[in-house]
Every structure is written in C-alpha cells, then in structure tokens.
C-alpha cells in the first residue's frame, strides 16, 4: 500500500486502450488488453506493465502518463492499412470546443501543460477495423488484425521496453 512518503512504484510502460466492447471492431482497443495480460501477465505482475481501457481518452488521462517511460496507445481505426498502424505520436494541441473526445497527441500535449515537461515516448497502435456496429461480435478479419498487432507489441515489448534498465 502507498503512503504518503512512499508513493507506490508506477510501471514504467502503459498500454492504454480505447473501445467500446458492444460495437463491433471497436472493441479492439479492450480485446488487444485482454490478449496482452493473458501473455505478458508476467510483466504485469511484476509492475513493468499497466494496462488501461476506457471508452474514449479524455483529459484527465494525462495523469495517468506521469512516471512512465513509454505508452501505448490503442485503439481501433478504419483509416490504417490493415492489420494495422504503429506510429510515434507527439503532442499537439487540438483546437476545440469540447474535451469530451481527444487525441493521443492532446493527452501529451495536456501533459505537457500539467506537468510542465516532456511526455513519455509514446506510439498509436491503431488496428484496422471493419465493422463497428451496435451489437456485432469482433469481425474474423479485425481478429487477425489483432493478432498481428499484439505480436508486433510483444516483440517491441521485449526489445525495446522490458529490456533491462539501470538503476532498476
């Protein structure tokens, strides 16, 4: 448990995942979750991963970066190539009347703002989806683009995040 003068350790790499479970492909971002603790429950375990889901990023979210050394950002896309887009993302300020939706790089960019320095490195994971509507299951072809995905995670998990660390 955490006390005040001992804050608890934050695993340095976060997965965060958006989606809702009910429509369809959309439910990427959570499905890619459910995959990722079933095989690296290891390193969830140990504190070296978190994993996060919610329906859509919002701008209390920036605080959930804070202390991390990478994050993940998931989710599903109709616009990416299949199966699927892993881009380093930036932060940048959206121009907007509302927070209710934002972007990865409006998460960064209100991190920037809250804390005061640079974000994490951060990536897009987007997965290419099809269908999305009220009530469908994950369609056969986002199901392989999720795999694809989480091989590709796992690989860069394991060269690039997990690797051993100084100081650790």
Known sequence: MATAERPARVAPVLVFACGNP????????????DRVAALFADAVGAGELELLTDFQLQAEHALDLVGREAVVFVDASVSCAAPFAWVPVQP???????????????????YVLVEGSDPPPAHVLAIRGERFELGEPLSAAAAGHLEAAVRHFGDWLAVTA????RGR
């Open 22 to 33: 009910s429509r369809g492909d959309d439910a990427l971002g959570p499905a890619f979750v």
């Open 92 to 110: 940048s300020r959206e121009v907007g009347y509302t927070t209710h939706v934002m972007s990865p790089a409006a998460v960064l960019a209100t």
């Open 162 to 165: 997990l690797r051993p660390r």
